[in-house]
C-alpha cells in the first residue's frame, strides 16, 4: 500500500468512531478550495516572491483568496500587492496587524479585508482583571475596524491570549459591552496543541465568535515538545487533524479555511500544494468510512 492509500485509510479509521456520515457538499463548501485562505505565504517563503509572482502563483494553484501577512520590507510594496491580487481575481480576505499606510490604501481601493490582530496577554493579576486589560487595549482598534468597516479577528498566538476561553471572554465583552459585532476569533491549529484534548469543547465556546480556522497537521503536545521543528507539518501527516477537522465540518462553521505556508526555508507553493493534497486526502477519509 503506498503512501496516499496509507493517508486515507488512517482518515477513514480515525472517522470510524463517528456515527453520521457526512453530505459531500458540505465537505466541499467547507474545504474546497473556493473557500480557502492562503496565509503566511510573504514572509515565510524561501523564494521571496514580489506581489506579482505571488498573486500568480495562487492563480496557478487555483486559489482565491490570500491573508496577507508582512514585514516592514513589505510596506513598499503594499499597492502592488493590492494590484496583483485585482489582475489575478485573488481576494485580498484578510491583513495582518496594523499600519497607516495598509489602511489608506484600503480606503483608496475600497477594499474591507478582515484585520487579524494577536490578542494580548495582560500582566494583571486575575482573570477579570486580564479581560478588562486586554478590553482596553483593544478598543482603540475595535473603533477603527468598526469605522472602516472591517472585521477585527483576534488571532490565537500562545499564552493567556491564545487560550479559547480567553478569546471567548474578551469577545463576549467586546460585543456586550461596547456593541462591537465586527469582532471575532481567528483560531489556528499551529498555536492550539494544547487544546488537542479538549478541542471539540473548546471550539464549541469559539464557534459564535469564529471568522476564520487555519489549519495544520497535529501531533500532540507532548510530540512537540520532544521535536519543536514539528509545529508546523501538512495537512494529513499528524496524529490529530482528521478528528479535529472533522468537529469543524460538523459544526455550523461557514467561514473561510485556512491553509499555511509559515516555513522559512521551503517555497511557499511547495507548501501550499503539500496542504491542498493532503487535505484532498482527508476530505476524501471523511466521505468514505
Request: charged share 20%; net charge negative.
Amino acid at each position: 500500500m503506498n503512501s496516499p492509500q496509507i493517508l486515507v485509510l488512517a482518515a477513514s479509521l480515525l472517522c470510524s468512531s463517528f456515527s453520521q456520515a457526512i453530505e459531500p457538499e458540505r465537505v466541499e463548501a467547507l474545504l474546497g478550495k473556493a473557500n480557502l485562505v492562503a496565509w503566511c505565504i510573504v514572509p515565510f517563503d524561501a523564494k521571496k516572491r514580489g506581489p506579482e509572482e505571488r498573486a500568480a502563483m495562487l492563480a496557478d494553484l487555483g486559489l482565491k483568496r490570500c491573508a496577507y501577512d508582512w514585514r516592514a520590507e513589505h510596506v513598499s510594496e503594499f499597492e502592488a500587492e493590492i494590484e496583483a491580487y485585482k489582475k489575478h481575481g485573488i481576494e485580498f480576505n484578510a491583513f495582518w496587524s496594523t499600519h497607516d499606510a495598509a489602511f489608506q490604501l484600503f480606503e483608496k481601493h475600497n477594499l474591507k479585508p478582515a484585520i487579524w490582530q494577536t490578542l494580548p496577554s495582560p500582566k494583571e493579576e486575575g482573570q477579570e482583571a486580564k479581560v478588562d486589560a486586554a478590553v482596553q487595549q483593544l478598543l482603540p482598534l475595535v473603533e477603527r475596524t468598526r469605522k472602516m468597516g472591517c472585521q477585527l479577528g483576534l488571532y490565537n498566538h500562545g499564552g493567556w491570549g491564545g487560550e479559547p476561553a480567553n478569546l471567548v471572554a474578551v469577545c463576549e465583552r467586546l460585543k456586550n459591552a461596547h456593541q462591537a459585532k465586527h469582532v471575532g476569533i481567528i483560531y489556528n491549529f499551529h498555536h492550539g496543541h494544547g487544546d488537542i484534548e479538549g478541542f471539540a469543547k473548546a471550539f464549541d465556546s469559539m464557534l459564535p465568535h469564529l471568522h476564520c480556522v487555519n489549519l495544520n497537521g497535529m501531533n500532540s503536545a507532548a510530540a512537540l515538545a520532544a521535536d519543536p521543528t514539528a509545529k508546523i507539518i501538512p495537512i494529513g501527516t499528524g496524529e490529530h487533524e482528521v478528528a479535529m477537522i472533522r468537529i469543524v465540518v460538523e459544526s455550523a462553521y461557514d467561514g473561510p479555511i485556512g491553509i499555511l505556508d509559515h516555513l522559512p526555508s521551503q517555497d511557499a507553493k511547495v507548501s501550499l500544494k503539500n496542504n491542498l493534497t493532503g487535505l484532498e486526502k482527508l476530505k476524501a477519509g471523511l466521505l468514505n468510512f
